[in-house]
């Protein structure tokens, strides 16, 4: 037995593998959720870009670091209700002013068009914990105006929400964080204008690379999404609808790259619909926009460009 130490090692042994050490979840610290209508962020932002027809031209001046102007010039077709499968465009143009107030604590955006429409937001923090919402749009059209409001409450690993609105419209939703990357939520709606009730759930689960939601309402609405973050400039997204009352069913898919002076995105959906839009920025202050969206099944063609100068 000479020359084997008696504390060493046995030549010619395996040495035996200690078991990783599991991450240990600390259910009393969880992360506060995103609000609950915002739970499709990231796909939205991906697979519903602010597309326009025509031609819009929009300019911002800044008053001070907190309040600024803006100006809004669009002139393209609308579309009107009609039987024809093939939709019907009316030439029109529009202006708008708007002043924004943005701070910390207190955001108001207000626009007015030249028909007298006015749309207004507000966004109030009275505490670390409590937010107030509210939005209105106005016009002097009968029975056109309406209103929505709510009440925020941001809890250490929760989130809660108030509404009330036009048409009678109350409505409260809760999400909570149930592990650091995973959340549920519900919400329930009432409208007695129309007397009409509603309960919905969601469920997101979200890391540094990737986003998955699912929602189900007792409308008959079910929707699906997935964003997979290819870096932190690339991004894929799909989604899939499934409306039970009107047997519709809807997949789409897109992407949204951000590139060194310009952002593209763009999807295409089941329905034969296909959307880009390129933002680009030519020089400090100074936009080009580029829009278009082709929908083969109505056979509408939709081409728009604008600029926007200032920030």
Not at 156 to 178: E, H, K, M
């Amino acid at each position: 037995m000479a020359g084997i130490s008696p504390t060493g090692p046995v030549m010619g042994a395996v040495p035996t593998q200690l078991p990783k050490t599991e991450q240990i979840i600390d259910y009393s610290n969880l992360p506060c959720p995103i609000p609950y209508e915002e739970i499709q962020r990231e796909a939205m932002m991906t697979l519903k870009p602010e597309t326009f027809e025509g031609m819009r031209f929009d300019f911002n001046k800044a008053l001070s670091p907190k309040f600024f102007l803006s100006h809004s010039v669009s002139m393209g077709p609308i579309e009107v209700p009609s039987q024809s499968p093939e939709p019907i465009k009316i030439p029109t143009s529009n202006y708008e002013f708007g002043a924004n107030y943005i701070d910390p604590k207190l955001m108001l955006i207000g626009r007015v068009s030249h028909d007298g429409r006015l749309n207004a937001r507000l966004k109030w923090d009275l505490t670390d914990n409590i937010v107030l919402k509210g939005n209105a749009m106005l016009s002097s059209e009968p029975h056109s105006s309406q209103g929505m409001g709510s009440i925020d409450y941001k809890g250490s690993d929760y989130r809660a929400q108030l509404q009330f609105g036009s048409g009678s419209l109350v409505g409260a939703n809760y999400i909570q964080s149930v592990t650091p990357n995973l959340a549920f939520g519900g919400e329930i709606f009432w409208v007695g204008q129309h007397r009409k009730s509603g309960l919905g759930s969601s469920a997101r689960y979200s890391n540094d690379k990737m986003v998955a939601t699912a929602q189900v309402a007792s409308t008959g609405l079910a929707a699906l999404s997935y964003v997979q973050k290819i870096n932190e400039k690339v991004s894929l997204a799909t989604e899939f609808a499934y409306n039970h009352m009107s047997k519709d069913v809807t997949a789409a898919v897109g992407y949204d790259a951000i590139l060194r002076q310009a952002r593209v995105r763009g999807k295409i959906d089941s329905n034969g619909c296909v959307t880009g839009l390129l933002e680009e920025r030519l020089n400090m202050g100074f936009t080009f926009i580029l829009s278009a969206e082709i929908d083969h099944k109505k056979k509408d063609y939709k081409f728009g460009f604008g600029f926007t100068v200032g920030e």
